[in-house]
């Protein structure tokens, strides 16, 4: 009888149900079938896989079906408790615990049944949100930024396919407009749609029934940021991309978008040559880059490291560091030596107070880039730092190359510079011994608790994602 291991309870909780039924005993039932009542009890309990003659004649003996027999229902609410908890004791999730497995009796009450199946749900449940843990994104990010860095930060395919597609739009050259982004999702059978009440999880959401995507309303009208949302949400469908298994997908497919949109935004051909030209000249800098395609500067900036060592010969290095020195983002194939933890997770570590990505915060001028060569334990390493404000504060963005490089770029003959030793804790991370004599003992700082670190990612089909959220708003703008 192919009876799957797992519906043996299932058989057992029925066989049960029919007899109490009909008012039979272990011991009346077994002889009717030519079972002892012990072999009979196994069955019961789904420890004995019963051959099918004794099915055949089980079904006989109690008057059903042997079709009913074997149904994978449960015949009753109390049995389909009894069944789940006897699965979940089952589970390596709780074997892992080392607790006893609870055999249920005929005589436990309901309510403690369901107290531990409700257990048992909820450890399931966390247990699958686990993978979007702040420390799985960390290790994740880290992977990542391992494989972005082997490969220079550049993916041909993509660059390929973004080619195609803005070529296809009827785009020709310059900033790729507004009308081109809404063309090219048409192309793919789209409509552009903006909304005031996208799912706060969420940055776009595609209707994938009624082929619409939902963005934000431009806050800027004509904004960078606004084309590259609708083309990042247009690289989900490009890419194929299926529903993330895991963190690190969930991941490398934001990746993937991203690089999809700043191919869009800045696309191969036309891009190489302004920098080849820059190159050539000696003028290479991001700002140039930035007002040619009219994107951000983090854009430009991050569009410069795909290309510069796929196609410029030069090796790089990118940092996105908030106002209180954290690094946000950061990529280096140069061998600038970025902060990391024990885990090499660089995001939310201290740059060096030397490094320009810092101290541009205190530079006067700030509408320009600001220049700095940096002597470093690695090396002597120069760097362009722009400066800029969000709602959430101040950040900069620098993007450098080594000592042997900076000829290539606009800046090259700043006299500004700077020494750092870090990680030698004594470079910027330890008050001198003066200061720390005066006030030791003497500062009681009450700290500013950061406020994600309470809280988990919300956990729905999509790591980070609210899935009531993101029906509803679907649900109340379907038919519109
Ligand atoms: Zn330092």
Redo the contacts with the bound molecule.
């Keep these: 009888m192919p009876t799957p291991a797992s519906d043996l309870v299932t058989l057992g909780h029925r066989i049960r149900h029919f007899r109490s039924e009909r008012t039979l005993t272990l011991d009346q039932l077994g002889e009717l079938v030519g079972l002892a009542a012990s072999q009979l009890s196994l069955i019961e309990n789904g420890r004995r896989e019963p051959k099918l003659s004794t099915l055949q004649q089980l079904a006989q003996a109690l008057g059903v079906p042997l079709a009913d027999l074997l149904s994978d229902e449960a015949p009753n609410t109390r049995a389909a408790l009894e069944i789940e908890l006897a699965r979940a004791q089952k589970n390596p999730l709780y074997g892992a615990l080392g607790l006893p497995q609870v055999k249920v009796t005929k005589g436990m009450p309901l309510p403690a049944i369901e107290s531990l199946v409700g257990l048992h749900r909820e450890l399931a449940r966390r247990a699958s949100e686990a993978i979007a843990t702040p420390e799985e994104a960390r290790r994740a990010n880290t992977e990542l930024r391992e494989r972005m860095r082997e490969r220079g930060n550049y993916m041909p395919d993509i660059e390929k396919l973004a080619e195609e597609r803005v070529r296809a739009s009827g785009h020709v050259s310059g900033a790729l407009t507004h009308r081109e982004v809404s063309v090219m999702a048409e192309q793919l059978g789209f409509t552009l749609i903006y909304v005031n009440d996208l799912p706060h999880s969420t940055r776009s959401v595609t209707d994938l029934a009624n082929h619409r995507i939902y963005l934000p309303p431009a806050s800027i009208p004509g904004g960078h940021g606004l084309r590259s949302m609708a083309l990042q949400a247009m690289g989900h469908r490009l890419l194929g991309h299926e529903r993330p298994t895991s963190y690190a997908e969930f991941l490398w497919q934001r990746l993937e978008i991203n690089y999809f949109a700043a191919c869009c935004l800045m696309p191969l051909d036309a891009t190489l040559s302004f920098l080849q030209a820059a190159k050539r000249e000696r003028v290479l800098s991001v700002e140039d880059l930035r007002d040619a395609f009219g994107v951000t500067h983090e854009a430009a900036a991050l569009r410069l490291t795909n290309l510069a060592t796929a196609h410029l010969d030069m090796t790089v290095h990118f940092l996105r560091v908030s106002g209180d020195g954290a690094l946000q983002k950061g990529y280096e194939n140069d061998g600038l030596p970025l902060p990391a933890d024990v885990t090499g997770s660089i995001e939310g570590q201290l740059v060096?107070?030397?490094w320009s990505a810092r101290s541009a915060f205190t530079h006067t001028n700030r509408t320009t880039e600001f220049y700095q060569y940096t002597d470093t334990p690695a090396g002597t390493f120069w760097c362009a730092t722009q400066t800029g404000t969000t709602s959430d504060g101040e950040f900069s963005i620098s993007v450098g190359a080594p000592f042997a490089q900076a000829k290539w770029f606009r800046g090259r003959e700043t006299t500004q510079r700077a020494v750092?030793?870090?990680p030698d804790e004594s470079?910027?991370?330890r008050p001198s011994g003066a200061v720390a004599g005066r006030w030791s003992g003497l500062a009681w700082p009450s700290a500013r608790l950061h406020a994600h670190v309470l809280s988990p990612l919300p956990s729905g089909t999509f790591p980070g994602v609210d899935d009531t959220e993101v029906y509803e708003f679907l649900e109340a703008h379907a038919d519109q």
């Design positions: 060096c107070k030397q750092s030793r870090c470079c910027c991370r």
